[in-house]
C-alpha cells in the first residue's frame, strides 16, 4: 500500500498516491484525517491507479475527505474506490470526487464501485446536508455506492451519484447508482434540507435492493434519467402491489402509494395518496415530479416536492390529501410510502400521474355585515361566514380600511374591531378579499353599533391631603372627588377597612374633616381607606390615600436654672447659673428675658446674658 495507517489520530494530506500493488491508503487506526490527496491519478489527471482499493478504512471515527479548510479526495481509477470494511464504526466519507476526473466533469471511473460499506460496517456516514459535505460518485464500473452484508445505521446523503459535479449532465455508474446486498437498516437521503441525493444516468437502477435487504429507507431523493427503474425491490422490474402487504424479500415489498390525479387549483398543486399496506401504521409518502415518465410508467422523481404522513386503519387502509406550490401542466408527479413502524421500509415509485390546470376560479360574491359590541369592547368578526367564494378556493381577507372611531385589524381570516375608548354610536370600515385569484378581490362594508356602558369610578382625588398639627376636630382637611367617563353620577363617599387611621377623620357630603387633634410628634401622617360608590349602579372604587400633618412650632414647657444658690457680699456679673428649656419641638434654639409679672421686684439685681444669669449689684443676705 503507499500508506498503512497504524497510528491515531494521523493525517495524510496533500499527496499523489498512484500504481501500488496494494491499496492507495490503508487506515488500521483510529481519529485519522485522509484530505487533500490525489489517489489513483497522476497529476495530468489520467489513470495511475492501485491494484487494490483507493482507501480502505479499517478502524473508527475516521474521515475520508474535507475537514475545516482541507478539501476532499480524487479517489479515482482503482479496483475499488472508498471501502469502510469489517466492524467498523463512525468514519465519515465527504467531499471526495469518486471516479471522476480531477475537476469532476470526466470519467476516471473505479474498476469496481466507488464506495462500499461492507461486512459489519456500521455508523458510517457518506455525504452529509451542505455542499462543501457532497461527494460525486460518479463513472464507477459497478455501483455507485455499494451496501454488502454491512452492520446497519449507515447514511448516504447529499451526494451526486452519476452525474458530473456541477450536477448538470450525467458520467453514469455502469450497474446501479446504489446497490444493496444482504443489507438492512440504512438510510439513503434523509429528513433535513439537503439530505437528498441525486441519482441520475446510471446504467441500470438508480437504487436496487437484493431480496436478503430489508428496513431500508429512501427518503427526498431526486432519482432520474437511470436506464432502468428509479427505485427496483428484488431487482426483477416492477414489484405489483399485493393484499394486505404480507409479502416478503426486499425491503419486505413494500407497497407503493397510487395517485388519484395530479391538478392545479387557485395557484397550488393538489393531489391525493391512497395505500394498501399493513394496518394502523404510519407511513411518510414522498412526492416528485419530472418532466416525463419512466418507460415503465412507474416514477421516477426528478425534484422532490415534500412529504406528508397518514396511518391505515384497521383494514390498512390509508389516505393523504396534500397540496404544493404550481407546477407546469404536463409534468408527471409520482410517490414513494415509508413505513415508521420502526422497520423503515421504502417502497419503490409509485405509477406516475399528469399534472393539469383547472380553469381560473369565478369572482366571489361578499355581502355586507353587522357586528354589535360594548363601549370599550373589542369584538371579533366573521366576515365571511355570509360571503360565496365563487369557483376558487376559501375566501381570504386581504385588507381592511380604517374606522372613524376605533380600529380594524385582521386575525386569523376574521376582522377585530376595537372602538376608541369611551366611544358608543355608530361606525364602519371595508374589507377586501379574493379567492385565490388576485383579479377577483371583491370589497364591501361592516357597520358596528357600540352601546355606551356606565363604567364605575376609576380613581378618588383629595383637593388637600395636609393639616396642620393641633387643628381642632372638625377641621376642613379637604374635598373627595372621583375620576369617572364623564357620565351624570350621584357619588358618596365614606372611610371603609380597619387596618387604618379612618378614626381620626370623618366624611360628610364629600368633605373629609378632622375627628381629633393631631399631634406632629406623636404621629406626622394618617393612612386612610376611603370609597366612592356610584348611588345610581352601586359600581364602587377604593384607594389608599396619606394625609400629611404639618409640624406647628409648640411654646417651651419649662425653664431650668442649673443653679440657684449664690454667696454674699460679690460684685456685680458674678455667674448664677445656665438656663435651659423643655420643649416638644426638638432642635428650636431659644432666648431668655427678663420680664415684669409677680415676683419680678428682684429683677433689677440681675441680667441674662445669653443663657447666663449673672448678678447685677453686691447681694447682702442680711438685707
Known sequence: SGFKIQANTSRIVGFYITKFSGHGVEIAANDVVVACNVIGLNNAGTVAGNNNYGVKIAGNNNIVGRLGSLTGNVVSGNFFGIVAEGSVSGNIIQGNFVGTSLDGSQDRGNENAGVAIAFGATGTTVGGSSAADRNVISGNDTE?????????????????????????????????????????????????????????FNREDGISVDSASRNNRFLANEIFSNNQLGIDLGNDGVTPNDNGDGDSGANDKQNKPILAGALIDNNRLETQAVLSSTPNTTFRID??????????????????????????????????DINFPPIPDGQQVTATATSNNGN?????????????????????????????????????????????????????????????????????????????????????????????????????????????IVDGPSDILLTSDTVVEGSPSGTRVGRFTAVTDGSTRFLSFSLVGSDNDNSNFSVFLGTLRLATVPDFETKSSYVLDVQVRDIVTNQRFSKRLTVNVTDANDAPTAINLSNNRIDENQSAGVTVGTLSSQDVDAGDSHSYALVDGSGSDDNAKFRINGSTLQTNALLDFEE
Do not use: K, W
Not at 451496501?147 to 456541477?166: K, R
Open 287 to 320: 412526492f416528485f415530479a419530472g418532466d416525463s415518465c419512466d418507460s415503465s410508467g412507474f416514477g421516477e422523481g426528478a425534484t422532490f416536492l415534500g412529504s406528508g404522513s397518514m396511518t391505515t386503519n384497521s383494514g390498512g387502509n390509508g389516505q393523504l
Open 144 to 200: 455507485g455506492v455499494y451496501l454488502v452484508s454491512d452492520g446497519g445505521n449507515n447514511q448516504v446523503s447529499g451526494n451526486f451519484i452519476g452525474l458530473n459535479a456541477a450536477g448538470t449532465a450525467g458520467i453514469p455508474n455502469t450497474l446501479n447508482g446504489v446497490f444493496f446486498e444482504d443489507s438492512d437498516n440504512n438510510t439513503i437521503g434523509g429528513t433535513s434540507n439537503g439530505e437528498g441525493n441525486r441519482i441520475a
Open 344 to 452: 423503515g421500509n421504502t417502497s419503490e415509485f409509485s405509477e406516475c400521474v399528469s399534472v393539469f390546470t383547472l380553469s381560473p376560479p369565478a369572482a366571489p360574491q361578499l355581502t355586507p355585515d353587522t357586528a354589535t359590541t360594548n363601549e370599550d369592547t373589542p369584538v371579533t368578526i366573521d366576515v365571511l361566514q355570509n360571503d360565496f367564494r365563487g369557483s376558487g378556493s376559501a375566501l381570504t381577507i386581504v385588507a381592511v380600511g380604517d374606522p372613524q372611531s376605533g380600529t380594524a385589524q385582521i386575525v386569523d381570516n376574521q376582522i377585530v374591531y376595537t372602538p376608541d375608548a369611551n366611544f358608543s354610536g355608530g361606525d364602519s370600515f371595508f374589507y377586501s378579499a379574493h379567492n385565490g385569484n388576485t383579479a377577483n378581490t371583491r370589497q364591501t362594508t361592516v357597520r358596528v353599533q357600540v352601546t355606551e
